[in-house]
């Protein structure tokens, strides 16, 4: 750190910022993996990250249908890197296209070991989301406000 106040608060204040990995995608969730979501050999279960692909996608879905939605296909999922306790997890979704009833949202993961300034991308996935009516129908997505 320096020993001028100003460029120690912005040197800080751009560790402490989470940065963009992303060009397009939003960024839709931010957590830290924790012991509790670890495979037996002590890494983090994809089936945890891939529930949190599913929450980050599916909290884009429902603001772009404005309603509920379900998930109805997950595709070109790869697991790049693995994730460890302690890593910051930052999911990015992209909205890729709209059709009648459904939306394609590529979600983009990234992990930040815990004292650590550099993240990567661990995985990624393109979701199929359905816009449903209140009986479980797909519903057309309009472009009402
Ligand atoms: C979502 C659901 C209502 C869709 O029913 P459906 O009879 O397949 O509906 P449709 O054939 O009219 O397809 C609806 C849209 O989804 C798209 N779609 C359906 N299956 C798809 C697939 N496997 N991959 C990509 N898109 C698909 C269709 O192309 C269509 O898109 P469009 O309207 O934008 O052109 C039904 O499949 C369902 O209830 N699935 C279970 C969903 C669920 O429980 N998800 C959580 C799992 S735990």
């Avoid at 020993?3 to 912005?10: H, I, K, M, R, Y």
């Avoid at 697991?79 to 394609?104: I, N, Q, W």
């Avoid at 949202?105 to 930040?112: E, P």
């Amino acid at each position: 750190m320096s020993d001028d106040p100003a460029q120690t608060l912005a040197l800080a204040r751009q560790r402490g910022s989470h940065g963009r990995q992303q060009d397009e995608g939003v960024l839709v969730i931010r957590t830290i993996a924790m012991p509790a979501d670890t495979n037996p050999a002590g890494d983090i279960f994809g089936g945890w990250l891939m529930s949190q692909m599913d929450l980050a996608a599916g909290n884009m879905a429902g603001r772009v249908a404005q309603g509920r939605c379900a998930t109805v296909s997950v595709e070109a999922m790869q697991f790049l890197h693995p994730v460890k306790v302690g890593d910051e997890v930052t999911l990015y979704a992209t909205l890729c296209k709209v059709g009648r009833t459904s939306m394609r949202i590529h979600v983009d993961v990234w992990a930040r070991a815990r004292y650590s300034q550099d993240a990567e991308k661990v995985t990624d996935a393109d979701f199929v989301f359905v816009a449903l009516d209140q009986n479980g129908a797909p519903r057309a997505i309009t472009n009402d406000p």
